[in-house]
C-alpha cells in the first residue's frame, strides 16, 4: 500500500468520520472502496443495468394495473347497463320490501365474493390476454 495526502473539506470530513464510527469500519477503508467504486469502469454501466431491470419490472407492474382496472371498470359499466335495462322501476309502495330484499341480495353477493377471492378465482384469470387488449382499444 501507499500513503498518500488528500484534503477534503469539512463536511465530507465529517461525514466519513460519521460513517466510520457508525460502520465501525476504518476511514481508510471507506476511503479506499470510495474511491475504487469511482474509479470502476463498470461501475456506472452495472448501476444503469440494475436501474434498467427495476424500470422494467415498473413497466410490467403498470401494465397489469392497467389491466385489471379496465376490466373492472368494462365489468361494472356492462353490469349497470343490463341492470337498468332489465329491472323494471318500483312502485311507490314497494319500497320497504325492496330494501329488504336488496339487503339479503347484497349480503348473498357479498358472501359468494368472499368465497371466490378465497378460492383465488379472479376475473382476470378468465379473461385471455386478447379480451383485455380488446378492452383497452387495442387490435
Sequence with gaps: MVET??????????????????LRRSKS???RAAVASYLSPDGPEALEAA???????????VDRLERDLT???????LYVRT???NVPSLAAG??????????ERYAR????LARRLSAGKLLRNEI???????????T
Design 128 to 138: 385471455g390476454s386478447d379480451e383485455a387488449g380488446a378492452a383497452k382499444g387495442e
Design 5 to 22: 495526502k488528500v484534503y477534503l473539506p469539512g463536511e465530507v470530513v465529517r461525514a466519513l468520520d460519521e460513517t466510520a464510527r457508525r
Design 51 to 61: 436501474l434498467s431491470r427495476r424500470l422494467d419490472r415498473l413497466s410490467r407492474q
Design 83 to 85: 341492470w337498468l335495462r
Design 94 to 103: 314497494d319500497d320497504a320490501a325492496a330494501s329488504d330484499l336488496a339487503r
Design 109 to 112: 353477493f357479498i358472501d359468494a
Design 71 to 77: 376490466i373492472s371498470n368494462e365489468t361494472l359499466a
Design 29 to 31: 477503508e471507506i476511503v
